[in-house]
């Protein structure tokens, strides 16, 4: 039987803080903010990795930053 490899589309929040390099509490205030984009499913709060990809690219262009 042979296993079919589907590509993640969602992240959980943990899970995208940990590609961001970022605490949990950071991403969670992107999220709130708007800055990231995300998903309820229900409970449970979910990341496209497009969003990631998108929020990267918005900083690397010069986009907001809250330092």
Known sequence: METIKVP???LTVTQ???RLNISRSLLYDLVLSGQIVSIKIQKARRIPISALEAFI?????GG???E
Do not use: S
């Open 16 to 18: 995208a803080a940990q």
């Open 8 to 10: 993640i589309m969602l």
């Open 57 to 61: 690219n918005k900083q690397l262009q």
């Open 64 to 66: 907001k930053n809250d």
